[in-house]
């Protein structure tokens, strides 16, 4: 396994394209296949489209960058992130320096149980029902891990079944299994599907009932990673703004998303910017992940914040916990050739670990926008990153497009008339 000794690449924004790609060649020993994936996705052509999806007519790109600095666990590491919006990466990396004062991001995650749920309806005694379906349990289980054995052979498989009451509904009493798996180092989504619709059967017979739904629930509630970081207070300071002031500022901000569901919606989507720029990457079902996040955030009956920053003493102390259904084998994580160069940057992460990598992800990118809107506010740092799409849409050639971003930045308007007169005057002076 190749880790990186040191992710702090100070200056790596300046450099051009082709001097960062060596600067991760060299760290991350890729060969001059991997360079040519990562450059033009080589080894994903339209066939790859048509192998995995249906009525493929193309391949549609993402920029793929580097996200510096981040600690994690005592490890460096390089972050790659697929993602359209400017200054996600520049915001990561910006926190993860921050954190890294405060010994990098701690992370922890539970055992990879994934939920299958069983829909049961037209039953007769629902008491009687829960009763013959408890007794049953056990051989339930025993008969899904009968269907996927090299999961068990590794220590994984089906570990529980619980059932779940809804004795009112719109129709009619309702019982909801849940079959409970370790899913190892997959997502787990076919495993359990396949484990499911293999119990039903016996499960119809035993309730006498009707068995529908038979799918994975992707809020993932048993399967959580946590990430924890610090920074010291005096590290915030900024411009005019002292350690203290910003704490508090970010502080508030947390508070505002705890207690407001208007604002913890864009809270989480700052946060989730980080998680799923590397769940892409990482070539994971992004949405799956979004749902159960979601869901998790309003699991108290209130949508909240995924995350909480508190002062501890002169550290600022931000924690993320969310739900994380990811995998190192399967879906298309073997066979895209540029998520294989990505996992091969990653130092091929366990399930786990690819897991709390995210999570930590979403920590950073959370820290960065809280402390911007607690500081200067958004829009400044964001519209500078910004400025090089509004001077190409304003019709700046590559070669003009760095004097009209300097342009914009001196009169700090980055409407697109100002891009139009910025490229005029740029064009007047050449
Ligand atoms: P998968 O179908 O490829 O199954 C994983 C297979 O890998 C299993 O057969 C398992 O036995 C084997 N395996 C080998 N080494 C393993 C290891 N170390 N740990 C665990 N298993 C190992 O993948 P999956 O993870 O079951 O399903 C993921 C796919 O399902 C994704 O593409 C996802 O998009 C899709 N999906 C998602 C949903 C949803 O989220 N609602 C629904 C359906 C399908």
């Known amino acids: 396994m190749i880790i990186p000794t040191n992710s702090r690449l100070p200056g790596f924004y300046k450099h051009s394209v082709d001097e960062r790609l060596a600067l ?26 048509d192998r995995m999806v249906e009525n493929a007519i193309g391949v549609f790109p993402l920029p793929l960058g580097i996200a510096a600095n981040f600690r994690i666990n005592g490890e460096d590491i390089l972050l790659p992130m697929a993602v359209e919006e400017p200054s996600v990466l520049a915001a990561a990396s910006n926190a993860a320096n921050l954190l890294r004062d405060g010994d990098g991001i701690l992370t922890t995650s539970t055992e990879p149980i994934m939920i299958g749920q069983i829909q049961v309806l ?5 008491t009687e029902t ?43 009493p309702m019982i909801v ?31 006498e009932g009707r068995v529908r739904l038979r799918i994975l629930s992707n809020l ?56 799923d720029a590397f769940l892409v990457a990482a070539g994971q079902d992004w949405r799956a992940v979004e749902a159960g996040c979601h869901a998790y ?47 091969k940057i990653l130092g091929y992460p366990s399930a786990a670990r690819l897991g709390e990598i995210a999570a930590a992800s979403g920590l950073a990118q959370n820290l960065a926008a809280i402390m911007a809107l607690a500081t200067d506010g958004i829009q400044r740092g964001h ?6 799409n509004i001077a190409s849409e304003a019709g700046a050639r590559p070669e003009e497009v760095a004097a009209v971003v300097a342009e914009l930045k001196k009169v700090r308007d980055y409407s697109s008339v100002a891009a139009a007169s910025a490229l005029l005057k740029v064009r007047g002076a050449a």
């Open 177 to 207: 299994l849940h079959l409970e798996v370790n899913v190892c180092d997959a997502m787990g989504a076919n495993i359990i599907n396949t484990m499911v619709e293999a119990i039903a059967p016996d499960v119809e017979a035993i309730t």
């Open 220 to 275: 993932a509630d048993k399967r959580l990673v946590r990430a924890q970081g610090r920074v010291p207070v005096a590290r915030l300071a900024r411009g005019d703004w002292s350690g203290e002031e910003v704490a508090r500022g970010i502080v508030e901000a947390s508070v505002m998303a705890d207690v407001d569901p208007y604002r913890a919606a864009t809270h989480n989507k700052g946060a989730m910017n980080g998680v």
């Open 383 to 388: 519209m500078g990153m910004h400025a090089r």
């Open 297 to 343: 955030a309003a699991r108290d009956g209130r949508y909240r914040s995924l995350s909480r920053w508190g002062i501890d003493g002169d550290t600022l102390v931000g924690t993320i916990e969310i739900p994380m259904q990811v995998g190192v084998v399967g879906g298309i994580t073997k066979t895209h050739s540029v998520v294989k160069v990505v996992h």
């Open 24 to 49: 991760v060649q060299g760290i991350a020993e890729l060969t001059e296949d991997d360079l040519l994936s990562l450059r033009q996705a080589a080894g994903f052509d339209c066939d790859s489209a």
């Open 122 to 126: 037209d039953f007769g005694d629902l």
């Open 130 to 172: 829960r009763r013959r379906l408890e007794a049953r349990a056990e051989a339930l289980v025993a008969k899904a891990n009968s269907v996927n054995t090299r999961l068990t052979d590794r220590g994984g498989g089906a570990r529980a079944l619980i059932v779940r009451e809804f004795p009112e509904t719109a129709v009619g």
